[in-house]
């Protein structure tokens, strides 16, 4: 227990006490205070395999202390001639100041130079703290997996009312005490950053302490730790992700260009890799990005903002049509052996002859210049990518055996993962469920469409004996212990949908998505030509609405005979101009990412 000694005096009848600041505490001297601090808890970072991908570095903070100002106005103007910013925006400052302190702005280590600070310094009041008033978020790779990471911001404040509806969700479950959300809070605008806010964000701490004439702490009195956010830490390999992002950037060009990659273990659902291609640097918007700057990203006809891999919804093409030999198989309406009766073919054009009067546009081939010997049996469809076949497979299904297989298979509901996914539709909700609209389905136009990240997943079925893994990004979250890192949670693999496609039916169709790639084949995807492995894969094309002059390329493939950390699908999705100089760029993507050294 402390022992406090009063020394009181009588004077003039009346008892005084020798007063002294120590009776207030023992430390405590003529001209201190007792201020309290915030302990602002450090953001938590985003890692993969060790490197930071989001980071928190401390800011450089111009304040003032309040009581040292002789001259609000006159030092409004100062200040904000050497800040760049308005002196009503100063004055703002001034009147939120905390505990006697106002800061004014807050700048990256780099952007505040030596001549400014000295005649910042020269001004009475003003102060450059390093790291203690604030911290700046920093995103060290760049444009790297940007739209998987996003980035922070002010609190959405388009209005009072979606600033007050935005502070109301940030701070549910939250105390004062833990640091509540205001309207000048950071926060997690895009992406992970914005998922993942609450486990990021951590809680405050406070520090009660005696200051000195001079601003130093004398004496701590109370201290409560802040409790910094966790650590978010992803399945992604940078090594293949800048693999990935270096191949884009050299095999795409121009802005007529654009794409999507995933990369995922197709028995775990792992994403070691993904890419919406072009991109944007992530430090424009946390620095502060001119509108002239934000115009150009909303300008660029290759729309470099929008997230391809998980808000793109593209119509499959031929990919699907792995899905519609999956459903004829499965539910006995053929084998493999069944062929189709060429004769029905004219000019690479079809017209069925079933389903009562066909009074659609024909169903139409792509012209194969060398195609392989033998009846237009499954295989050879699968090799040539025969759209007659699969239309008439679509058909011979039926409607709705057709369509609730596909709905099994997941083309009507969001895969979950850690960021949001567009929902994939089979067709729109008024459609005219017609003949020519199942026929068309089948070979993967009509109205179906799906994201290349949902997609990928739904192909690993052929890869996982039926099951669609969830596919995830996030390992785990932990928190930072000094030398070590506490695990907070951790990823466990499960299946979203499972034995959506039979044993059976991947055992027939596995050898033909070989033969696909195969490049002693004249099949549609011989181009790719791997080396050291073994590839299954499905190529397609899909029209972009009624334009002619562009279309969806698509790839699809898998590694066969491999196990653990060899075990890789990968899907390129590509807008490209239908030009032929543009064909091969999705082999020249999944190439590199696909094979395995000798």
Request: glycine share 10%; proline share 4%; hydrophobic share 40%.
């Amino acid at each position: 227990m402390n022992r406090f000694d009063v020394v009181a005096r009588r004077e003039g009848g009346e008892w005084r006490i020798e007063w002294s600041p120590s009776l207030i505490f023992p430390e405590m001297q003529w001209g201190d205070t007792v201020r309290v601090a915030k302990l602002a808890a450090k953001r938590g970072e985003i890692l993969a395999g060790g490197d930071v991908l989001a980071a928190t570095v401390g800011a450089v903070s111009v304040y003032a202390v309040v009581s040292k100002i002789e001259d609000a106005e006159l030092f409004a103007v100062r200040i904000a001639a050497l800040l760049d910013i308005s002196p009503d925006k100063v004055a703002a400052a001034l009147e939120k100041a905390y505990d006697d302190v106002a800061v004014i702005k807050q700048f990256y280590s780099d952007e505040l130079t030596d001549s400014v600070k000295e005649q910042l310094l020269g001004i009475p009041g003003v102060g450059i703290d390093y790291g203690n008033y604030g911290r700046n978020r920093e995103y060290p790779f760049g444009s790297l997996l940007a739209h998987l990471i996003g980035y922070v911001g002010s609190v959405p404040n388009e209005n009072d009312e979606e600033l007050k509806a935005a502070l109301a969700a940030l701070n549910e479950g939250r105390a004062e005490a833990d640091g509540l959300y205001t309207e000048d809070s950071i926060v997690g605008r895009l992406g992970l950053e914005k998922q993942y806010e609450k486990e990021l964000r951590g809680r405050d701490g406070e520090l009660v302490y005696i200051c000195t004439a001079d601003g130093a702490n004398r004496k701590t009195i109370y201290r409560r730790a802040a409790e910094d956010g966790e650590d978010v830490v992803l399945t992604i390999d940078i090594a293949l992700q800048q693999r990935l992002e270096e191949v884009m950037s050299l095999v795409l060009f121009g802005d007529t260009t654009a794409g999507a990659v995933v990369v995922l273990n197709p028995k775990t659902g792992a994403v070691q890799a993904m890419c919406s291609y072009p991109s944007y640097d992530l430090n424009q918007f946390t620095r502060g990005i001119s509108l002239a700057e934000y115009n150009a990203l909303l300008g660029n006809p290759a729309k470099p903002l929008i997230n391809r891999t998980t808000q793109g919804r593209y119509p499959p093409g031929s990919t699907m049509k792995v899905f519609t030999a999956a459903a004829a198989l499965d539910l006995n309406v053929l084998d493999a052996s069944y062929a189709f009766d060429e004769s029905q073919i004219k000019d690479d054009y079809w017209t069925p002859e079933d389903y009562g009067d066909w009074i659609w546009t024909r169903i139409k081939r792509t012209h194969i210049n060398y195609p392989i010997s033998g009846p237009l049996n499954m295989r050879k469809a699968f090799i040539h990518s025969d759209n007659i076949y699969f239309a008439n497979c679509a058909l011979m299904t039926g409607w709705d055996s057709f369509m609730g297989y596909m709905q099994a298979v997941g083309f009507t509901e969001a895969i979950p993962f850690d960021i949001g996914v567009a929902a994939p539709q089979l067709y729109n909700e008024d459609a005219d469920k017609t003949y020519k609209l199942l026929a068309d389905s089948g070979y993967g136009q009509g109205e179906i469409l799906v994201t290349p990240l949902q997609l990928a997943a739904m192909f690993s079925a052929l890869a996982n004996g039926g099951d669609i893994m969830t596919p995830y990004v996030v390992k785990g979250l932990y928190r930072d212990q000094g030398i070590l890192s506490k695990e907070v949670f951790g990823r466990i693999a499960g299946a979203w949908r499972t034995d959506v496609v039979s044993d059976e039916a991947i055992g027939t169709l596995t050898p033909m998505l070989e033969d696909v790639v195969d490049d002693d084949i004249n099949g549609t995807g011989r181009s790719l030509k791997v080396k050291g492995c073994t590839v299954a894969a499905k190529t397609g094309t899909a029209e972009i609405g009624d334009d002619k002059s562009r279309e969806i390329s698509w790839f699809a493939g898998y590694r066969v005979g491999v196990s653990g950390k060899d075990e890789r699908l990968v899907l390129v999705m590509l807008e490209i101009p239908a030009e032929e100089a543009y064909l091969q760029l999705k082999f020249d993507i999944a190439r590199a990412l696909l094979e395995m050294e000798p």
